[in-house]
């Protein structure tokens, strides 16, 4: 994530803020240039007509999402009473009726609004099922009134809301013997399911994938019964970055995908702040290549745990980065780039 400034009063002000705290102006994200920008408001208060600071006074007005209250989404819209880009791409959500429903629901768009930054950033394509079939939809649904499955299937991402709760998704992590489980991490593993055939399978790029992941025509649901039946193997680690990624190739892809974007928000983040933790040698040209981003990664992530033990919690990033996985972390790296090309 880059900084982001209050252009009245220059504080440091966070993705997900709508207001400084500092000068009290009002804020919000324009999608179109990627920043979190400063607004006032433009004529009569109830018109919902804001003005961006920083544009000229005959720029047109802009408007905050219709879901600023039921999401507490910061995102600005054209037009009074529409939706934001993240806001369009839910297709269902708790009913009004649903308080608790519509609490976790709320929690689950901040983190996929967070999510979206991260792809426009990368520059992938982000097409949305009201533009096309097939397109990027998400079904964000509470289990109290139906059972829900979070996973993804033709486009479509299914979030149970209640891993929005953190006692859940704690007892869940540890049924599940996983080392890290959050909103955000859940949702980059679901968008790696729905971009697989995007970045890869359309591509040149199947038969690279295939020698580093495996055979993706595996029997999903054999490899799952398999997986569930007697564990991953002892030497997953050596091969893969989380002992879920052993189960099949997609999983591994996806799981790998998640980490991709873990490593890069983080180091975005990272190089905003200041953070120095490269391994490069300072008098070297700068190396922007995603080897060197691996790189810093590690001392990093040394940083940011021990950061964390100092306030007395778990690492932040509880996870060891084989050799055989940062080569699949370049080949992320590799499809993204090339898919970003092919839609120019």
């Known amino acids: 994530m880059r900084l982001f400034h209050c252009a009245v009063c220059a504080q440091m002000v966070f993705f997900e803020n709508s207001l400084c705290l500092n000068c009290l102006s009002g804020l919000g994200f324009e999608t179109r240039r990627r920043e979190l920008v400063t607004v006032q408001v433009d004529g009569e208060l109830d018109?919902?007509?804001?003005?961006?600071?920083?544009?000229?006074?005959?720029?047109?007005?802009?408007?905050r999402c219709e879901n600023t209250e039921l999401t507490r989404c910061n995102w600005l819209v054209d037009a009074s009473g529409e939706l934001c880009a993240s806001c369009l791409l839910t297709r269902t959500?708790?009913?009004?009726?649903?308080a608790d429903g519509l609490l976790d629901f709320a929690d689950a768009e901040g983190a996929k609004r967070r999510l979206l930054f991260t792809l426009f950033e990368l520059g992938l394509p982000v097409v949305g099922f009201r533009e096309r079939e097939g397109g990027l939809s998400f079904r964000l649904l509470s289990s109290d009134s139906e059972a829900v499955t979070t996973g993804h299937a033709g486009g479509v991402i299914t979030l149970d809301l209640d891993e929005a709760d953190s006692a859940h998704r704690e007892l869940m992590r540890e049924q599940l013997h996983e080392p890290y489980r959050t909103l955000l991490g859940l949702f980059r593993h679901e968008i790696g399911h729905y971009y697989w055939p995007i970045v890869v399978k359309q591509s040149e790029l199947i038969d690279r994938y295939r020698e580093l992941f495996g055979d993706e025509r595996e029997s999903y649901a054999d490899a799952l019964d398999r997986h569930y039946a007697t564990g991953p193997p002892q030497d997953w680690a050596a091969r893969h970055v989380s002992a879920y990624a052993s189960m099949h190739p997609w999983e591994d892809w996806a799981e790998t995908w998640a980490h991709?974007?873990?490593?890069?928000?983080?180091?975005?983040?990272?190089?905003?702040h200041g953070l120095r933790t490269s391994l490069a040698d300072p008098d070297e040209t700068p190396d922007s290549s995603i080897r060197q981003t691996l790189r810093d990664w590690i001392p990093l992530t040394y940083a940011m745990n021990g950061m964390a033990r100092s306030m007395g919690m778990g690492d932040l990033y509880p996870f060891v980065l084989a050799p055989a996985v940062i080569?699949?972390?370049v080949f992320v790296d590799e499809a993204v780039r090339a898919a970003v090309v092919a839609q120019r």
Request: avoid cysteine; aromatic fraction near 6%; charge should be negative.
């Open 47 to 63: 018109s919902g007509r804001l003005r961006i600071v920083s544009d000229r006074d005959d720029a047109p007005p802009v408007y």
């Open 93 to 98: 959500r708790p009913s009004d009726t649903d």
């Open 260 to 272: 991709y974007l873990h490593i890069t928000d983080s180091s975005q983040t990272a190089r905003a």
């Open 327 to 329: 080569e699949k972390l």
